[in-house]
């Protein structure tokens, strides 16, 4: 992919290593024959790295599948790109070697009509059963949407049998503000033998939308992506789109992005703090923690003019009006630990909270999921340390639990917020500038990928743009779309009125995941 | 087996019967509205207005009446015996006078299940639409409730031995005459386990909670999710009722002062307005509980229950001993 890529840096005069080398070091990207796939990644997952994101493209005479794996600390990626007939496009399926890999795959067989050649359960994943058949709405030539089958039968679900066995199906519509998700229930007395979450009813092919846009237009779709993650998703999709453009950011910018990142993690892990006291009905520590929350909110509006951090990361350039101040930011910190205090002084959520829907170490690995709920089985996985945000000199702790439980996914978020805070004030401290743009380079395309440790985990987008500067493609990876099966496993003999607890204490995005 | 204190004309035991109902109906709700502004407002909250509850009861009653696509007239009956059996059991408890009507068959059994034929009339009627919910909820009820009643049951067996009688009204007009026995040991265990009773028959925190909207984890909710309009309304009216009537008897077995014994009309109006002092000041403080506490996990529930059951029984065995 490097191949024909000039130096970008023009006239912009940054001093500073040349482009390549530090792409050369940050990203490698092969062709490969499909038949060396397996092999190579089988390696490459072997010395370490995960599979971060599997992007199929339609290139128009040829499909492509680009293969992205990451590991970390030092920041490494790697790219295998392999060329598809598009004719007949298939891959052989990674699915022996990865489980994410095996959901991507599946993904991209109802998206792009590629066939995962050997995979174990090639059911469709994204599309309903009513979609059309063999209509992939990815592909360059999908054209318009046929209409929906009506002669699809009801879903597959797993049938437990048995004495007293019995089924719960909540949802899509909950009674409640939150997302579209079916849930069905397989249970004994109180006891869940099995759960099969039923997401994708919020599929807006948002990916789809990126395509043909400029790369500045990309912006409003990436704040969109899953609408508490605004920072998380812009700062990826504009890291990508900055790589692809070989815009280098200085490290003032970095530090306010992350700053910015920061503030998002904070009031997003208050608000699920306060959520997960609200499920266990202690309403008092729900209404501070929207009280705390709605001043993180104030606080958010005051610095970017936008309640959930809208509008101050655009591709090579980074606005704030103001930074939060000390006071401000102890304050908040007061009020965090009184909120903290007056949930886990109290016995009877700590009871809810502990020894609650356990999801063990290797379990989260081998399901390979990420952020909190990574973190709270006690795997170290966190993107600030593993691909800092390119020019960032500031280093955060990772917060680690071990126990795998509701309490473990509580105290990770709040070891999160106190770590957040300090860093939110010692960036807010060294920031020199408000308003940074860099200028952009004469020469466009190319490809990106950005890496971000949103509050939920890590966050992958990678775009390819056109010499127009115009997008060809932007995959976006929301960590909900590797989470949300560890659900269903950590679920296992937990008893049915905990799900709502267990399920907040994952705190995954539908929209984020369905995209 | 009990000798009614002062012979009172049956007009004056319908009149005080009649206030007792109408003062449930009304006030049953008004404690509802009270216990969530006093939880509002240790939240933090405006909350909605005391009366809010009776406002919405109003509206339901005006709605269309739906009905599960499924349900019998199981589902259709169990909302009329829930109101019907609470009022008839409020109508012969001592809640505003010791002399009402039907008070020589105020028994402590009959009116414990007249309670628990409006709980099973639910349970039956969470079941008859089909839905996964309704079995869940009402499963769930029958659970609590198979232990809650027994508790109920031996915390005013304990009452009974001490004034030698089962039937509620003398119990009461018995501890009027012996002020002493407020403070005596088995009143106080019996005490303690009629609140624990009284938080799961009314489906409080930290037992139910009324306000969630979080159907996995509903008890009483979701035995009635298929209730709408007017039937809705008396099953919320019906909740109320129970409400207002565990909570008088409570405060009535524990606190007698004030109630009109006999009724005469003056006394009633005393009687009246010191009951709902009363029960507000229960409301408020189980509000204040509710509030600083958080639902247990739904098996820590008959452990709780079984913790009411045991100081039940040691209400009564204290009672034999010091006897």
């Not at chain 1, 519509?173 to 249970?187: C, K, Q």
């Not at chain 1, 350039?317 to 401000?328: K, M, N």
């Not at chain 1, 304050?331 to 007056?342: A, S, Y």
């Not at chain 2, 984890?217 to 009216?237: D, F, Q, S």
Request: glycine letters at 10%; hydrophobic letters at 50%.
């Amino acid at each position: 992919m490097s191949a024909g890529r000039r130096d970008p840096r023009g006239g912009s005069g940054q001093p500073g290593r040349p482009r390549h080398e530090t792409e050369a070091k940050l990203r490698t990207s092969c062709l490969i024959a499909p038949d060396e796939l397996v092999p190579e990644a089988t390696a490459l997952l072997a010395s370490g790295y995960r599979v971060a994101s599997i992007a199929a493209h339609d290139d128009g005479h040829a499909m492509r599948v680009v293969y992205v794996f990451t590991a970390g600390p030092p920041d490494r990626r790697v790219e295998l790109q392999v060329r598809l007939d598009a004719a007949r496009p298939s891959v052989p399926s990674l699915a022996a070697v990865s489980f994410p890999a095996s959901r991507f795959e599946r993904e991209m067989h109802d998206l792009f009509g590629i066939e995962p050649t050997g995979h174990p359960m090639p059911r469709p994943l994204v599309l309903h059963q009513h979609w059309p058949e063999q209509w992939h709405p990815m592909r360059r030539d999908a054209g318009p949407m046929p209409a929906m089958r009506s002669d699809a039968g009801p879903y597959p679900f797993v049938q437990v049998e048995g004495p007293g066995v019995y089924e719960i199906p909540v949802g899509p519509v909950h009674a409640g503000l939150i997302e579209p998700g079916h849930f069905r229930f397989s249970v004994v007395g109180e006891t869940i033998l099995s759960m099969k979450a039923r997401l994708w009813f919020v599929h807006r092919g948002i990916e789809r939308l990126f395509e043909g846009r400029v790369v500045d237009e990309g912006v409003e779709l990436a704040e969109r992506v899953s609408g508490d993650t605004a920072i998380g998703h812009t700062l990826a999709y504009c890291l990508a789109v900055e790589d692809a453009l070989r815009i280098d950011m200085p490290e003032a910018s970095a530090r306010l992005r992350a700053l910015l990142l920061e503030l998002e993690r904070i009031y997003n892990h208050v608000g699920d703090i306060g959520s997960l006291c609200n499920d266990v009905g202690y309403g008092l520590a729900q209404a501070r923690a929207l009280v705390l929350r709605e001043r993180l909110l104030c606080l958010n509006e005051a610095v970017t003019g936008h309640r959930l951090l809208r509008g101050a990361i655009q591709p090579g350039a980074t606005a704030v009006h103001r930074l939060p101040t000390a006071g401000e930011l102890s304050e908040i910190g007061d009020r965090f630990e009184e909120l903290v205090e007056l949930a886990t002084s109290n016995t009877v959520v700590m009871d809810r909270f502990r020894g609650t829907a356990v999801l063990a170490g290797a379990d989260a690995a081998g399901i390979g999921t990420l952020g909190v709920v990574a973190r709270a089985s006690g795997l170290g996985l966190d993107a600030r340390v593993a691909h800092p945000i390119p020019g960032l000199d500031e280093h955060c702790l990772v917060a680690c639990e071990e126990s795998g439980d509701v309490m473990a996914r509580m105290w990770v978020r709040a070891a999160e917020v106190r770590e957040s805070l300090r860093l939110v004030a010692e960036l807010g401290g060294r920031a020199t500038a408000l308003d940074l743009t860099e200028a952009r380079p004469a020469v466009l395309g190319g490809s990106g990928l950005g890496i971000v440790e949103g509050f939920r985990g890590s966050i992958v987008h990678r775009v390819e743009v056109d010499a127009e500067g115009r997008l060809t493609r932007c995959k976006v990876v929301d960590p909900s779309f590797l989470n949300w099966p560890a659900l269903a496993v950590a679920l296992h003999d937990t008893i049915v009125p905990d799900f709502p607890l267990v399920n907040k204490s994952f705190g995954l995005s539908y929209a984020g995941n369905d995209l | 087996m009990t000798a009614m204190p002062g012979a009172v004309g049956l007009e004056m035991r319908v009149a005080a019967s009649t206030v007792q109902v109408v003062a449930v109906v009304v006030g049953g709700p008004l404690l509802l509205g009270l216990m969530a502004k006093v939880r509002a407002r240790a939240e933090g909250r405006i909350g909605a207005p005391v009366h809010q509850v009776l406002v919405d009861l109003r509206k339901l009653a005006r709605k269309e009446r739906v009905r599960a696509e499924h349900a019998s007239g199981v589902h259709a009956a169990a909302p009329i015996v829930l109101v019907a059996a609470a009022a008839v059991a409020v109508a012969m408890a001592p809640l505003v006078t010791t002399t009402p009507v039907l008070g020589h068959s105020a028994d402590v059994f009959v009116v414990v299940y007249l309670l628990l034929m409006g709980t099973v009339a639910l349970a039956l009627a969470g079941l008859d639409p089909g839905t996964a919910f309704g079995g869940m909820g009402a499963s769930r009820a029958m659970t609590i409730g198979a232990i809650a009643e027994p508790a109920l049951l031996v915390a005013l067996l304990a009452l009974s031995l001490q004034a030698r009688t089962s039937n509620l009204p003398a119990i009461v007009a018995a501890t009027l005459a012996h002020p002493a026995w407020t403070a005596s040991p088995e009143r106080l265990l019996a005490l303690v386990a009629l609140v624990v009773v009284v938080l799961a028959e009314t489906g409080r925190i930290p037992v139910d909670n009324p306000t969630t909207h979080l159907e996995l984890t509903m008890i009483h909710e979701a035995m009635v999710l298929e209730y709408a309009g007017p039937e809705l309304g008396l099953v919320t009216l019906g909740g109320a009722m129970r409400l207002g009537l565990l909570f008088g008897l409570v405060a009535n077995l524990f606190f007698p002062w004030g109630i009109a014994a006999p009724a005469s009309p003056m006394a009633l109006l005393v009687g009246l307005v010191v009951l709902a002092g009363k029960a507000a000041a229960i409301a408020v403080a189980v509000a204040l509980v509710e509030v600083s506490t958080a639902k247990l996990r739904l098996f820590r529930v008959p452990e709780l229950l079984a913790g009411g059951f045991v100081l039940a029984v040691l209400a009564v065995v204290t009672g034999l001993v010091t006897r």
